[in-house]
């Protein structure tokens, strides 16, 4: 099989290894890929926002398989594009993507079809939003309606900072035109588990869960990044409570998605807080997470072409997803001063120990190839996962992995995977 991956970042290595590693695998393509991706793909200077070019060039090498891995491509639409031109591509289709793409969609279809989630107010005006927030119960979580690269999500303490978090989402625009439509939500409080599964339009298939840090600094303080690290399994997530979501959360969505004639093929990522009334959706994501990636993914038994296609054709019943029985942690290495701004363009050493082996990898997130070398080009640069036969044996690989790769300006969490010592 020719496969191609849309995508560039430490997800879409992870997702290239696996790929990788079919063994119904020919040819792989990625656009535009990354210094890392490049070890098992050939890379083509294409953007994931070049509909066109993208469509041509898998006509061209005949492509028996596109996966589209990030969320921007696949809200504007580009499954429906691939597949007109007789296309096969992973990922659902605009009219599904749409679970992503708006949170007050997604909420609104929560709320229709009894999935446990914040309670909450959409608003498309800013005066109306302003009026409620003067009665609200603090604190508050105000949420831009579109896609803001996981940064649109503001928690307000008091009325003052939901006032300012108004002026930003809707009249500022800081998030653009995601701001356009706002969620007023409920405040809640418990543990995040990321749930990510396979979906081929009726039929969902868990994956392994995990849980991701989002926060830049270390016990959870600083901004808001796209994620510092992540780990696989997570122990909070039990047999039982994903037997509870399988009946109130994940198999509902699928439903409810298929009801409303936007059937969901590919992947389902919910974000999930299990909150002291019972587990409840933070948020849909429609792809893979980065970098839950990168920990859940080399710990798939499967081959994965084989998943995907089944999801595409509507056969997912009849695949036996496993994981391994281990468990695996990623340690995001990022420029120092990112998510604001940070430097670029210093050159990385120490990767070739990552070379060939089973037990500990090195994802690029923001990297970039030049006169031989590899440079950071990014906020997060590496993703550096290692497997263990138990979380803390793999926290531990993974942080004396984090010393092999120097670089200027190297920053990481050192509390990623804290909460499993709470186990
Ligand atoms: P989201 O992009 O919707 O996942 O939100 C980003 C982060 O904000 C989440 O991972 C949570 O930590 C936090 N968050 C979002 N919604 C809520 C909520 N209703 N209550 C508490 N925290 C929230
Ligand atoms: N790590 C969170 C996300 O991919 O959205």
């Known amino acids: 099989m020719n496969v191609m991956i849309v995508g560039g970042g430490g997800r879409e290595h992870a997702i290239a290894l ?29 953007g994931v926002m070049e509909f066109e070019k993208l469509r041509d060039f898998a006509l061209e090498k005949k492509v028996d398989l596109v996966i589209v891995a990030p969320d921007d491509p696949l809200a504007a639409g580009l499954v429906d594009v691939l597949e007109e031109a007789g296309l096969k591509a992973f990922g659902p289709r605009k009219n599904a993507a749409i679970l992503e793409g708006s949170k007050a969609f997604s909420k609104d279809l929560m709320k229709k079809y009894n999935i446990p989630t914040a309670a909450y107010e959409n608003f498309d005006d800013a005066d109306a939003a302003l009026r409620y927030l003067e009665s609200a119960k603090y604190p508050v979580v105000l949420k831009a309606d579109g896609l803001a690269l996981g940064k649109g999500v503001l ?55 995990a849980q991701d840090h989002k926060r830049a600094k270390d016990n959870d303080q600083g901004l808001n990044t796209g994620g510092m690290g992540t780990f696989s399994p997570s122990p909070f997530f039990t047999k039982e409570l994903q037997e509870e979501c399988m009946k109130t959360i994940f198999q509902p969505t699928v439903d409810a998605m298929a009801a ?29 997470g980065d970098p839950e990636a990168q920990v859940v993914l080399p710990r798939m038994k499967n081959d994965i072409l084989d998943v995907m296609e089944a999801c595409i054709d509507g056969t997912l019943d009849k695949i036996d997803l496993q994981f391994e029985d281990n468990a695996a942690v990623c340690v995001v290495l990022a420029s120092d001063g990112y998510p604001l701004a940070y430097e670029k363009g210093k050159e990385i050493t120490g990767l070739e120990k990552f070379k060939g082996s089973d037990e500990y990898f090195c994802f690029h997130a923001g990297t970039k190839a030049a ?15 290692a497997k263990g036969s138990d979380l803390k044996e793999a926290r531990k690989k993974a942080y004396e992995a984090t010393e092999w790769v120097q670089f200027e300006n190297k920053y990481m969490r050192h509390d990623i995977g804290k909460a499993i010592d709470e186990v």
């Open 371 to 385: 006169d031989g070398k590899i440079l950071t080009n990014g906020g997060r640069v590496l993703g550096v996962t």
């Open 260 to 288: 409303e004639g936007r059937e969901f093929k590919g992947v389902i990522f919910f974000g999930l807080m299990l909150t002291k009334d019972g587990p409840k959706v933070l948020e849909y994501n429609a792809r893979f």
């Open 155 to 209: 928690i307000c303490m008091n009325h003052d900072e939901a006032v300012a978090g108004v002026r930003e989402i809707m009249q500022d625009k800081k998030f653009g035109n995601a701001g356009n439509r706002m969620v007023v939500e409920e405040f809640m409080t418990g543990r995040e588990v990321s749930v990510l599964s396979y979906v081929d339009g009726k039929t969902i298939k868990i994956m392994s869960s």
């Open 18 to 46: 696996s790929v990788s590693k079919s063994s119904r695998l020919t040819k792989l393509y990625a656009a535009p890929g990354n210094a890392g991706i490049a070890e098992y793909a050939e890379c083509v200077p294409i």
